[in-house]
């Protein structure tokens, strides 16, 4: 591992971390694509996300776009930052609401060359790495090449202060041998998993043989472990944390897809954090989309896993083929299913009672999902995106659904649908859009409520867009939504994919 740091460490108070990542859809497979990441510091509550850059006390939005062109290079990569304010996030750099800012591998400060198919931003994190107390940005560049070595991999971290990121407060993490292929970067996540740390560590996937899970605090980069040696060979990757067991420490869920299973199911690995830091638990059905937080209120983190269709009987609704959304609550022993430890969670499709629409092939209801506060009732409501639901006609037009957090856990009374020809949404449903391929409920404005941010990559031709829908005490509103791409925030837009990566 080698590190460089651009400066001045500062110490205070911290938080802890959860997430969830997402696979878009390709002709008639599915393939994976890049992961987010987001947070609930000690698992408090799904409402205390830690994305605050400037400390200002509202959330701010971290976007990769992997796929973006800097300088001419296709595929370099960046993110953009959208500062959090009384009324929203901005969504125009030149009449912002609130401040925008676009970071690159070009930007002075930031570590490394702009380079065709570095795919800076393929994963996006946030966590305050630094104990300051302002919260910091990971970002995940699979495909950098270090010192010859293709797509070797990096991970950049942009440091977090009273006037937001800056390239000045900048540090670069890599492999103590870079590899080959390896992708070092390839997810990133940040929570406080052990007491032996005065700051959130980071976790750093990649594929060398395998995932690998690394942690990395202090200038120390540790392998802590392989999901593969659980039992299922798992491809992909996607990161969500949350204290499950409430025992102060944040627990790591590291999921993805397998080959044992032909891509179908997706599975789970636990780790649990405590004193000593991570370690392996057990294994969980489900997994190709994850997040975490406190659906029922009782004070433990619950997950939240998505699965491609419903076709094995194991998952306990063999008539979902469009995809699947399995709850398992906390509790003193962690995330456990219905039946306790090891057992199936509480499975959500759209054939469910009280849940718009009905379950088809390759709808991937649950391809990605989201957890977090959006009527302010005290606990977390669940957002499920399926990029390839067809609207009438409409090809994989895609849509996002609502599910209510209640005292008895997840519910679909008062469930709410969405989709581009819906009232009010702008925009108009398309063949292939893929509309909620990403979905994110974040609060920006600072009313306790978290709004929906819902991504089509694919829309206009590839060029990707995003749209805002606010929240209210009754829950998601079409009323007052917008839309915005990659060109409004001041980034390059063609072929952008703008929306691919999304941190809460």
């Known amino acids: 591992m080698s590190i460089s740091r651009h400066a001045t460490r500062r110490t205070a108070g911290s938080a802890a971390v959860a997430a969830a990542s997402f696979l878009l859809l390709a002709g008639a497979g599915i393939v994976a694509a890049p992961s987010a990441f987001a947070g609930v510091p000690g698992g408090t509550s799904a409402a205390d996300r830690n994305n605050d850059f400037d400390g200002d006390g509202y959330a701010d939005l971290l976007t990769g776009v992997p796929q973006g062109t800097v300088d001419g290079k296709e595929g370099a990569g960046y993110v953009t930052v959208q500062y959090g304010a009384p009324n929203g996030i901005g969504t125009n750099a030149t009449v912002p609401k609130g401040r925008v800012q676009v970071v690159s591998q070009s930007t002075a400060g930031v570590s490394g060359t702009s380079e065709t198919g570095d795919g800076f931003g393929r994963a996006v994190a946030t966590g305050d790495l630094d104990g300051d107390g302002y919260d910091d940005a990971v970002v995940g560049t699979p495909g950098e090449d270090e010192g010859g070595v293709e797509d070797a991999g990096r991970v950049s971290v942009l440091y977090g202060s009273a006037k937001g990121l800056g390239a000045e407060q900048t540090a670069s993490v890599t492999a103590a041998k870079p590899t080959a292929g390896a992708r070092f970067g ?163 499709s759209q054939n469910s009672p009280g849940v718009p629409g009905t379950a088809e092939n390759g709808d991937a209801w649950g391809n990605d999902l989201s957890v977090a506060d959006v009527d302010g009732d005290g606990r977390a409501d669940v957002a499920v995106g399926a990029p390839g639901e067809d609207i009438g006609s409409v090809a994989d037009a895609g849509a996002v659904w609502l599910l209510r957090g209640s005292d008895t856990g997840l519910t679909s009374t008062r469930a709410q649908s969405f989709d581009q020809n819906s009232p009010a949404v702008p925009g108009t449903a398309e063949a292939g859009d893929a509309w909620g391929a990403q979905v994110r409920l974040v609060g920006t404005d600072g009313d306790g409520r978290a709004e929906l941010v819902a991504a089509a990559p694919d829309e206009n031709a590839g060029d990707g867009a995003v749209w805002l829908l606010p929240a209210s005490g009754e829950g998601l509103l079409a009323e007052g939504s917008r839309s915005y791409g990659a060109s409004a925030l001041g980034g390059s837009a063609r072929g952008a994919h703008f929306g691919s990566t999304i941190d809460e």
């Open 186 to 348: 390839l997810a990133v996540a940040a929570a406080r998993f052990t007491g032996d740390v005065d700051a959130d560590q980071l976790v750093v996937l990649d594929q060398k043989s395998g995932l690998n899970v690394f942690t990395y605090h202090a200038g120390v980069l540790r392998q802590v472990g392989t999901p593969h040696s659980t039992g299922h060979t798992l491809q992909a990757a996607y990161l969500t944390t949350g204290d499950y067991d409430r025992n102060g420490f944040a627990d790591l869920v590291v999921s993805g897809y397998s080959p044992d299973d032909d891509h179908v199911m997706g599975w789970s690995a636990l780790y649990a954090g405590g004193a000593e830091g991570l370690g392996y638990q057990r294994d969980l059905r489900g997994g190709l989309g994850t997040a975490s937080g406190d659906i029922n209120g009782d004070g433990y983190d619950d997950l939240v896993v998505g699965q491609r269709s419903g076709v094995d009987d194991t998952a306990g609704d063999a008539d979902a083929p469009g995809g699947l959304v399995g709850v398992y609550y906390g509790g003193e022993e962690g995330p456990v299913g219905t039946q306790g430890p090891g057992t199936a969670p509480q499975w959500w």
